[in-house]
């Protein structure tokens, strides 16, 4: 489902699991299967609207313009499948004159692209002690999230909600400008559904925090192909793709276009103080630019 990227402790190999993994497994497809067809019934309310022509045009200038005021920009979540891409797309665009990855390991990269990456490793549970990691970065992202299948629902809770605050917090408090949440269709504070109730209250939480600019982007299911196994997310990638296009770009979208949709955005100024972009605004963002390589 649409949702952060996160680093939670790694997992057994499921090359040697039992039957109650194996119906471990099984549920989890079957909740996350639920929960997608939940997500097709909830309604985003003040979803940002589509890109106009005129704004589709000058993504290239606005583009070169950004790039021409050398800002830093951090990103949160870098390991998980749309932090990775979401960092790959920077890099490519050139877009930024220092990046930073934030999180609690080290990541490994072959190509030169990534050379000049800069690290920063903390302990979210100590995040106070790496307040500098914060300070001085213009536009941040945070893809952070976990599933309450891999860490528990007392863990999701933790990454989700307080390790997002909590980074926010510090990010405003470091100098940050622009702050950009990857977050959920159907999210929502009041929702019965941990997973939704998650998404809304972080969502309202760090909007106190009065960032000069917080876009909040609400994908449905995201559609790639995970570096690691997730059945139920498997489950629910056949579903989607089962359906007509015109039905299923309604409720899902490939973590491209959502990373290009919070790119895009983030070059175009913007009057307002927050922004909410739902499933169809962001298909429309990320897919603008015909310029860009597929």
Not at 55 to 78: C, H, W, Y
Not at 124 to 131: G, N, S, V
Request: proline share 3%; hydrophobic share 40%.
């Amino acid at each position: 489902m649409g949702r952060g990227d996160g680093e939670p402790p790694g997992r057994g190999d499921a090359g040697t699991a039992g039957p109650a993994a194996l119906s471990a497994a099984v549920a989890a497809a079957a909740v996350a299967l639920v929960a997608a067809l939940l997500l097709l019934r909830c309604e985003d309310a003040g979803s940002g609207a589509g890109s106009s022509m005129a704004e589709t045009e000058a993504l290239p200038k606005l583009r070169e313009d950004f790039r021409m005021q050398n800002k830093s920009v951090f990103i949160l979540g870098a390991s998980g499948e749309t932090g990775r891409v979401l960092l790959k797309e920077i890099l490519e665009q050139s877009l930024f004159s220092k990046v930073t990855l934030i999180g609690r390991r080290k990541l490994t990269f072959d190509e030169d692209a990534y050379k000049n990456v800069n690290q920063e490793v903390v302990d979210f549970e100590k995040l106070d002690d790496y307040a500098s990691a914060f300070q001085g970065h213009d536009v941040g992202f945070c893809c952070l999230g976990t599933t309450r299948r891999k860490a528990g629902a007392e863990g999701f809770v933790r990454v989700d909600r307080d390790y997002v605050l909590k980074s926010a917090e510090l990010a405003k408090a470091g100098g940050c400008k622009h702050f950009n949440l990857l977050s959920s269709k159907g999210a929502d504070k009041s929702s019965n559904f941990l997973y939704l109730q998650v998404k809304g209250e972080v969502e309202a939480r760090v909007e106190e925090l009065q960032f000069d600019r917080y876009s909040v982007f609400r994908p449905g299911v995201l559609l790639c192909d995970r570096q690691e196994s997730r059945p139920g997310e498997w489950l629910v990638r056949k579903f989607f793709g089962s359906l007509p296009e015109y039905w299923a770009s309604g409720h899902s979208v490939p973590v491209t276009t959502v990373v290009r949709a919070m790119l895009n955005n983030a070059v175009s100024p913007s009057g307002k103080k927050k922004e909410l972009l739902d499933n169809k605004a962001i298909h429309d963002l990320g897919k603008a630019d015909s310029s860009l390589t597929p």
